[in-house]
T-cell receptor, first 115, second 108 residues
């Protein structure tokens, strides 16, 4: 596709419910990243995929968070038993490769609000 | 540990020049990137420095000093549309680590 797409763009859920966030990277990009951004804050790294494998899961805040990537393309970030502190914008980015010089291209994000 | 420090806010006047500084402490450093993010938008790539010195792209320039663990983004001929948050980021061989961002306010 022309760029990274994410869905849904907005999600309102009740505390305790599970949510799934989807990311479609740019076609041909092998690396995919998930970040979380709270209001007025920086980008908090969550997880990174190279192909379908996740070499670095160190940023996941708790075991309620998980992510998978299938077919080297689409990725899903799942948050189980959501808490109010999970409210944030979840950003996905992809890059052609995983080298240090690679530019990351960001999607528009999913704005999650947990009531 | 690893850290990036940049000012939380900077204010400048339209048409002027502004410099946003970034200092970092990290292992596995490969280079320094800068990203721009407008309110409600996604971050977009501005520049990447792997070597010491100045990289110029139009009105924007970025500088890196590896020995000082320091870099800056220079914006010239400021326009109102440059009002945004600017993030410095350390590129490691495994991931990019972002700073908390500098909010740039531009006065007419």
């Amino acid at each position: 596709g022309a760029g990274v797409s994410q869905s849904p763009s907005n999600k309102v859920t009740e505390k305790g419910k599970d949510v799934e966030l989807r990311c479609d990277p740019i076609s041909g990009h092998t690396a995919l990243y998930w970040y979380r951004q709270s209001l007025g804050q920086g980008l908090e790294f969550l997880i990174y995929f190279q192909g379908n494998s996740a070499p670095d899961k160190s940023g996941l805040p708790s075991d309620r968070f998980s992510a998978e990537r299938t077919g080297g393309s689409v990725s899903t970030l799942t948050i189980q038993r959501t808490q109010q502190e999970d409210s944030a914008v979840y950003l996905c980015a992809s890059s052609l490769g995983s080298g240090a010089q690679e530019t990351q291209y960001f999607g528009p994000g999913t704005r999650l609000l947990v009531l | 540990g690893q850290s990036l420090e940049q000012p939380s806010e900077v204010t400048a006047v339209e048409g002027a020049i502004v410099q946003i500084n970034c200092t970092y402490q990290t292992s596995g450093f490969y280079g320094l990137s800068w990203y721009q993010q407008h309110d409600g938008g996604a971050p977009t790539f501005l520049s990447y420095n792997a070597l010491d010195g100045l990289e110029e792209t139009g009105r924007f320039s970025s500088f890196l000093s590896r020995s000082d663990s320091y870099g800056y983004l220079l914006l010239q001929e400021l326009q109102m549309k440059d009002s945004a948050s600017y993030f410095c980021a350390v590129n490691r061989d495994d991931k990019i680590i972002f700073g908390k961002g500098t909010r740039l306010h531009i006065l007419p």
